[in-house]
């Protein structure tokens, strides 16, 4: 795969998509987890710690949208870095670049382990099966110790923090951990944990007895968040090839750091808010099976009423019959394999 950073004219991210999307990736967390809990009360169904870790997950989104707003229109993400005299220099545009970027990681990092919880603790709480609850408890435990090791590490990536913006980034030094190295092991060992974490739940799924289409179907729609994957493995090649660009340019990188770098955090952003969603989306099950429910009525009514009066009694629908596992009624129950009901 060819390397677009070492085509000068590559610019995919100029500022207008990262103010757009930066209003946009405000505007979908709320409604997937507003959505979320409008599905659990409808349903009747008990808010759980699964839920409630969805609001930090979505503070934190909300924040790095802020975040890519401000770089954008006050540190030149997106455009070409500002320069004294055709040299790097200490500008108000740099610095403001520095410290956004900063914060860009830290709530990237935080926001990537905790939308991670929090589809682990879905899957805690639809499973109700010793082995996969001791494989899902490990999971956890993992996830936590990832997610604070990295965190404090970006937190404290320099010494002092401010190293960060009062130096330029080739006088950093010792100063400063890792660099690009690190970044490029966060990335990958973050895809590894996702992919393990979606993979997870399907062997046990398997094992539930229910025809083989609603087995796919009950799969599938544990599946809708693996997206994030494929947007783990975008971010990671990226990082990439920007690595690889410094490595062969580093003064025309260092010249324009502003400029190479927009790719790796626009995409730190896209992680947090497309995991978000997908964490969200199985939980609205038993409410889209209820609107396609009352749909399918209103359409039986209506043909009815071409054909005349129809003297069978038609069974009311109830939300609260949905409030079964947020998958709804394909679960089924096996003598090994429990679905548990947490209404």
């Not at 830290?106 to 939308?115: E, K, N, Q």
């Not at 799969?219 to 090649?237: D, E, K, Y």
């Not at 396609?292 to 009815?304: G, P």
């Not at 005349?308 to 089924?332: I, T, W, Y």
């Amino acid at each position: 795969m060819v390397n677009p950073y070492f085509d000068p004219n590559y610019n995919p991210y100029p500022p207008h998509v990262l103010l757009g999307t930066g209003v946009l990736f405000i505007i979908i967390p709320i409604l997937s987890v507003g959505l979320r809990f409008y599905t659990r009360w409808a349903s009747g169904t008990k808010v759980g710690v699964d839920d409630w870790i969805t609001i930090p997950s979505m503070i934190i989104c909300i924040l790095l949208s802020i975040t890519q707003i401000i770089a954008t229109t006050t540190g030149g993400l997106g455009g070409h870095q500002e320069l004294i005299d055709g040299q790097i220099g200490h500008t108000d545009q740099l610095t403001a670049y520095e410290k956004t970027k900063y914060i860009y990681e830290l709530l990237g990092t935080s926001g990537l382990w905790i939308v991670k919880l929090s589809a682990l603790l879905f899957y805690r709480r639809i499973f109700s099966v010793g082995v996969y609850r001791t494989v899902n408890n490990v999971f956890i435990g993992l996830t936590i110790a990832w997610g604070i090791a990295f965190t404090f590490a970006v937190a404290f990536q320099c010494t002092p923090v401010s190293t960060l913006w009062d130096r330029l980034e080739p006088e950093f030094g010792t100063a400063c951990i890792g660099g690009p190295s690190f970044y490029l092991s966060l990335a990958i060992s973050d895809l590894i944990l996702d992919i393990s974490i979606f993979i997870v739940p399907i062997p046990h799924i398997q094992q539930l007895r229910m025809p083989r289409r609603q087995k796919v179907a009950v799969i599938g729609v544990f599946l809708l968040g693996s997206v994030v994957i494929a947007i783990g493995i975008t971010r990671a090649i990226i990082f990439g090839w920007v690595v690889a660009f410094a490595t062969v340019h580093p003064l025309a990188y260092f010249s324009d750091i502003t400029w190479y770098t927009t790719g790796v955090l626009f995409w730190h952003l896209v992680e947090n808010v497309v995991g978000l969603l997908g964490c969200c989306l199985p939980t609205y099950a038993p409410l889209f099976k209820s609107l396609l429910q009352k749909r399918k009525m209103t359409d039986d009514s209506t043909e009815s009423s071409h054909r005349g009066p129809d003297k069978r009694r038609r069974p009311s629908l109830h939300l609260e019959d949905e409030a079964a596992p947020a998958l709804g009624d394909n679960l089924s129950h096996s003598s090994s394999y429990r679905i548990s009901n947490y209404k």
